[in-house]
């Protein structure tokens, strides 16, 4: 293999003044006087597209100032949600009392987020093989979709409407089992249509 003198295998246009090759003629200035642009008073095709759509802008921000607002004042005022709104999460419990969980993990297969986990146990009933001694949730990873609600063989999980879901730290929004099964205290008595 041959070298090649000069940077860059002796690309056009780069070092070849200093082996004594001609200067290619992009390279050097044109000879004779430059041309100067000139400005011109009439506004271009471009300009007289973003004028007319400024103006649309501008009318439909003042179309709406005198238009009803939306805005609800909470937490004095609660905003009404439709039957099939997904909330916070609850664990059911059975007409005895205890929670209807066997962990059977089909809500933790089921979930897209993978935000649930759940450890088994032997259960202390005769009833069922099994249930869940710990059971979390992480709601900031959760995306609401319901996954779980619909593959729960036992109805053991639902969603609420509850929407008023705060927390100032990440370790608060980990549901554990009491919160969740708090959260079935809190909304025994609503009604939860049929979800598709």
């Known amino acids: 293999m041959t070298h090649l003198p000069g940077p860059i295998f002796n690309a056009p246009g780069r070092a070849t003044a200093d082996r004594g090759l001609p200067t290619p003629a992009y390279d050097t200035p044109r000879p ?8 011109s008073a009439r506004p271009t095709f471009f300009q007289r597209l973003i004028v007319p759509g400024l103006l649309r802008t501008w009318w439909s921000g003042v179309r709406h100032i005198w238009q009803k607002k939306l805005t609800v004042q909470w937490p004095e005022q609660v905003r009404e949600v439709s039957d099939n709104y997904r909330g916070v999460h609850r664990l059911n419990k059975d007409d005895r009392g205890r ?55 036992e109805d053991a999980i639902e969603l609420t409407r509850i929407y008023s879901l705060v927390g100032t730290r990440r370790d608060e929004m980990l549901f554990d089992k009491e919160q969740l099964l708090t959260m079935y205290d809190l909304t025994r008595d609503e009604k939860h249509p049929l979800r598709w």
């Open 32 to 39: 004779g006087p430059q041309k100067e642009k000139r400005l």
């Open 99 to 153: 929670m209807k969980c066997v962990a059977c993990f089909l809500c933790q297969t089921a979930c897209p987020a993978n935000c649930i986990r759940i450890e088994a146990g032997p259960s202390p009933w005769p009833d069922r093989p099994k249930y869940a001694v710990r059971f979390t949730i992480d709601e900031l990873r959760c995306v609401f979709c319901g996954m779980c609600e619909e593959a729960c063989p």
